[in-house]
């Protein structure tokens, strides 16, 4: 493989880095145009509803576009969509040759545009640094192949497994440079996720907090199958911007909805399961919304829930060095557990990350 097309190539995925977060529900991409060596247009895709990567570097390169070569991280569009075809883009700026690191997924585009581009004469490559960009844009991948939201589920504990002691007490088990982090993903996503019983007993803003640089805020969800949570708990409050959604039952008590309501609360009615409110039937609610990933930041009991309904994508879990103990202190996964190990979900593709100081970060898919 040529040192010099991945070098493009891992420039354009850098440039599609610098927009995490900010693009749903369409991905990231980053683009670069190339002439005789030498970079001459750069671009990448900053919002849904703007221009993409592909025009973002055609503009830049202008007039000395015709004859060069593009590389781009995802296989450019064909069809009408919030803005024009990038492939027309192409073929009339008198691009070349293009070098593509994956097919995009979304099936109005899925190999069209390659060949679209093929039919106009262009030299076209795909699959370079391929695995690197399916990684980039894992929340887009999963959401336009299956209409839900991609679901991370972090949570933090202690050595010996604990989110708390046994006397509740749980700020803070895990380091500073762990919990930001953790709003670091807060900043990528489209909402965050918690049960009532968070709500109830930590009272969180939900909201992100980075040190040196401001971030966005994701909408607030909560689990409330009964409407009852406090209406003067924070995430009411005017900290954020961002909406708030309390997931209910049928069964919830129409004077709680009114009050949550009046709060300043979005309420959704859904379907239920065992009583409580239907994972899955939340899901398709929220991917038909196009909010397409949901960090859960719940209990063990809401862990326990979303890992049940077969939900979660990803997990990410901070562990401090710090034995807290107790038979009747709660951990990260509650529910009744598995019976079997031959029925214990496994994480793929794991990553262990130091983190600074003395905490570390478990990662990987289920």
Not at 290 to 306: D, H, K, P, Y
Request: hydrophobic letters at 40%.
């Amino acid at each position: 493989m040529d040192e010099a097309h991945v070098a493009f190539m891992r420039r354009a995925l850098d440039l599609a880095r610098r927009a995490t977060g900010r693009t749903s529900p369409n991905p990231l991409v980053g683009a670069v145009v190339v002439k005789d060596g030498q970079v001459i247009g750069e671009g990448y895709h900053r919002k849904a509803g703007t221009p993409h990567a592909e025009v973002h570097a055609l503009n830049a390169a202008g007039e000395n576009a015709r004859g060069a070569t593009l590389y781009v991280t995802l296989e450019p569009c064909c069809h009408w969509g919030r803005t024009p075809p990038c492939t027309d883009a192409l073929i009339n700026a008198g691009i070349t040759e293009v070098h593509i690191a994956e097919v995009d997924p979304n099936p109005k585009v899925a190999g069209k545009g390659v060949r679209q581009l093929k039919e106009a004469g262009l030299h076209v490559h795909v699959g370079l640094c391929e695995q690197a960009a399916a990684d980039l844009n894992e929340i887009y991948r999963k959401y336009i192949q299956t209409g839900v939201p991609f679901v991370i589920l972090k949570t933090a504990m202690s050595l010996d497994g604990k989110i708390a002691t046994v006397s509740g007490e749980s700020q803070w088990i895990t380091s500073e440079a762990s919990r930001q982090r953790g709003h670091e993903v807060r900043d990528e996503v489209d909402a965050i996720l918690v049960g009532r019983g968070t709500v109830e007993r930590d009272n969180p803003a939900l909201t992100t907090r980075l040190q040196n640089r401001h971030g966005q805020d994701a909408i607030r969800i909560v689990l409330d199958s009964y409407a009852r949570i406090p209406t003067d708990a924070r995430i009411f409050n005017a900290e954020s911007e961002a909406g708030v959604i309390i997931a209910v039952t049928p069964d919830a008590p129409p004077e709680n909805v009114v009050a949550l309501q009046n709060a300043g609360a979005e309420i959704v009615t859904v379907p239920t399961t065992d009583r409580k409110v239907c994972f899955k039937g939340l899901m398709e609610i929220l991917g038909r919304r196009e909010i397409t990933s949901v960090l859960i930041e719940g209990g063990g009991e809401i862990n326990a829930s979303a890992i049940a309904a077969g939900i979660v994508d990803k997990v990410m879990c901070f562990i401090a060095p710090k034995i807290i103990g107790g038979r009747n202190a709660p951990g990260p996964i509650g529910g009744d557990g598995f019976p079997n190990l031959s029925d214990v979900p496994h994480l793929r593709r794991i990553q262990v990350t130091p983190m600074p100081g003395t905490d570390f970060l478990i990662q990987g898919y289920l």
